[in-house]
């Protein structure tokens, strides 16, 4: 059985080996760190030694109420009411944290940095000047919306939704909402209007706060016509908030400037609400279908974001942050949490590659401490030839690198280290829109593996399990999590007797949660994702991961990107299918294929070499990011595009429709006698 993420079977970039180790984190470092200080209390408080973060892991999921009662504690998130159980037994997912304890998630990030500090630091693509917003100036924009919210009848459970770019008024509204105990939902501006109203109009909002345009590539985008569509199409909206953005001209007819939501002296006031009150919902990408809603809760998000911030990503009053997202991923909610620790959010609007290492021109303009982006961005910028370090950028400052949405291909560990800093450490992270934060991930003690996350998290019981629901070490197994955690959804949107929810992530296991990736467990406690279990290659009763194949494969000069996808034949055949999109200047001719052929045999096995390799125009992928690997196996499984796919949430529905050809061709040739 193939093991490893990212070719285990042969050498990386610059002959480094997957797992080889790259860097080691200095004692210093270790010494001065948050989760040291964090650790030096705990000693204190249980009167045992926590000599490193693997005796805090092994404490955690052993004593799972002690560790989140000690992150309350620690941090003095203000719980009142009337509590005294960390969960209630029921099993996941129906765990229910503090019950009876009430706070604000809102108030907890706002409570600390000094009023003169700066709480958001915006930029848009370009040479633009950059917006600085206090601390202070964010507490009474975010008083005077969350009172307009008020005056206008919004009340706690009544839901705000917003269409807007990473920006100080995406900020400032969700954190208004909150305040109020309206439930939130956002949309990025290049979501199109059909994709767009399959989620928020779900949730049956009552107020929808719109940007007129966002800049993308040098170009100003208009999205009036999209934002008439979005109020056409919500008949619950009660009040249309209209954010001119990009472009000076009139509000439409019938909506509220945004002016008039933050003009005004309002005092603070937050909503105590109950523990687990709904707080936002995040969406799933909804390739197949309707996109799923993920209701989080104040408290849950709450613990699992001071975890976050001060544990991990280690962040203190003052220091930076800049997260290379969008509105509509994840990510966007997950580092707003930093705000909790008094450190400042680098807000971007715009492309990472425009010009291309846009975001390392950003990180070292903003001097960010942090930097959480997806490893797509990463891998971009190593293909584009950007070398921060030999252009001039002072990333001096910059000691956090923080990975999502996909593995980091192992050439890209060496080309971080080369080109951004040798003392940088690379966090490569594994988790979720499902649970807004991570399962897996660095921390201060590990070291920086080639092509590997540094280990497990604290309070996070996971594991991974063969088929028969038993725990494997080295060797490819699902990835399940055992314990409940906080910040898992408190319910999905209109799934009132958690049938969906249920079928979504414990229905092989019963009150187990079973997260749908491959994943290995190292006996040296580092980590290997290798891609959804639901997509999936299983060649002659071996599983091998996609992942795998794009590590190899995507970093190959004449090829620009891949997709792999594996399909059932009757007679129990299989065909295991390579789609290349091959770089400018090059085509997927035969001199190609032989080198992706003895590529795979040489840095993987010989099981890796695909049955056919297909020139392809280009890889659909979600609008996250994500290539679409479930959708196009159906497609060539023989279901029909419109029941493979929901093209709204597609970034290039051209593409997958040249796929859905590819696919009825294929399959006619196939019947053919």
Request: net charge negative; glycine share 10%.
């Amino acid at each position: 059985m193939q093991t490893g993420v990212n070719g285990d079977t042969g050498p990386g970039a610059a002959g480094r080996r997957p797992g080889e180790i790259l860097w080691t984190p200095p004692a210093e470092r270790i010494e001065n760190s948050p989760l040291r200080a964090y650790l030096d209390w705990l000693q204190e408080r249980q009167g045992h030694p926590f000599p490193d973060h693997d005796a805090l892991w092994q404490w955690s999921v052993r004593d799972l109420d002690g560790f989140w009662r000690s992150v309350v504690d620690y941090y003095d998130a203000d719980l009142t009411g009337s509590w005294n159980e960390v969960r209630t037994a029921d099993p996941m997912p129906f765990t229910r944290w503090f019950p009876g304890a009430r706070l604000n998630w809102a108030q907890h990030l706002l409570r600390r940095g000094a009023d003169g500090e700066p709480a958001l630091v915006c930029l848009r693509e370009g040479d633009h000047p950059a917006r600085e917003i206090t601390f202070g100036q964010l507490r009474s924009a975010v008083a005077s919306a969350a009172a307009w919210l008020r005056r206008n009848g919004i009340r706690p459970g009544d839901r705000v939704a917003a269409y807007l770019p990473n920006t100080e008024h995406a900020v400032i509204a969700g954190l208004a909402a909150a305040a109020v105990g309206a439930v939130w939902a956002c949309c990025s501006p290049d979501f199109g209007a059909e994709g767009t109203l399959g989620r928020l109009a779900q949730l049956e909002p009552a107020v929808l706060i719109a940007a007129d345009g966002y800049h993308w590539n040098g170009k100003d985008v208009d999205r009036a016509e999209v934002v008439e569509r979005l109020r056409a199409g919500l008949p619950t909206v009660r009040h249309a908030v209209h954010v001119p953005y990009v472009f000076d001209r009139p509000d439409p007819a019938g909506t509220v400037p945004w002016a008039d939501l933050v003009a005004g002296d309002d005092p603070p006031e937050f909503a105590p609400v109950e523990f687990s009150h709904p707080l936002w919902v995040l969406f799933t990408s909804g390739t197949t279908g309707l996109p799923k809603g993920l209701v989080h809760g104040h408290g849950g998000i709450l613990l699992e974001g001071l975890k976050w911030s001060g544990l991990y990503a280690g962040l203190r009053p003052g220091e930076r942050i800049f997260t290379y997202t969008s509105t509509g991923w994840a990510l966007w909610n997950i580092q707003i949490n930093a705000l909790a620790q008094g450190a400042t959010l680098v807000l971007y609007e715009g492309s990472h590659a425009h010009p291309p290492g846009a975001v390392f021109r950003v990180a070292a303009r903003t001097g960010a401490h942090v930097m959480l982006l997806g490893a797509a961005v990463i891998t971009a910028a190593a293909a584009a030839g950007v070398t921060p370090r030999a252009d001039g950028l002072d990333l001096t400052r910059l000691r956090h690198l923080m990975v999502s949405g996909s593995a980091l291909p192992s050439a890209d560990y060496s080309w971080v280290m080369e080109h951004v800093g040798p003392d940088v450490r690379i966090d490569s992270t594994s988790g979720g829109t499902d649970i807004s934060g991570s399962f897996v991930g660095a921390n201060e003690y590990a070291p920086v593996r080639v092509g590997r996350i540094g280990g497990k998290l604290a309070g996070v019981d996971c594991a991974a399990w063969d088929e028969d629901g038993h725990p494997v070490v080295d060797s490819v197994g699902d990835l399940v999590i055992t314990q409940p955690m906080p910040s898992m959804p408190v319910y999905l949107w209109n799934d009132p007797d958690a049938a969906r929810y249920t079928e979504c992530y414990f229905d092989t296991w019963p009150g187990v949660w079973r997260h749908g990736d491959w994943v290995t467990m190292h006996a040296d406690g580092s980590i290997s994702i290798h891609g959804r279990s639901d997509s999936t290659l299983n060649r002659h009763g071996v599983r091998l991961g996609s992942a795998d194949f794009y590590d190899v494969l995507d970093t190959l000069p004449q090829i620009r990107e891949t997709l792999v996808v594996g399909v059932d034949l009757p007679d129990d055949g299989y065909w295991l299918g390579l789609f290349v999109v091959p770089a400018p200047g090059h085509e997927v001719d035969d001199e190609l294929r032989r080198t992706i052929v003895d590529t795979l045999r040489r840095r993987l096995t010989a099981r890796h070499v695909p049955d056919e390799i297909i020139a392809a125009p280009a890889v659909p992928h979600t609008l996250t990011g994500k290539r679409l690997e479930v959708p196009i196996k159906k497609l060539l499984s023989g279901r029909p595009l419109e029941r493979s796919a929901n093209i709204a949430t597609v970034d290039d529905p051209d593409a997958l429709r040249w796929y859905a050809r590819f696919a009825a061709e294929r399959l006619a040739r196939l019947a053919q006698p």
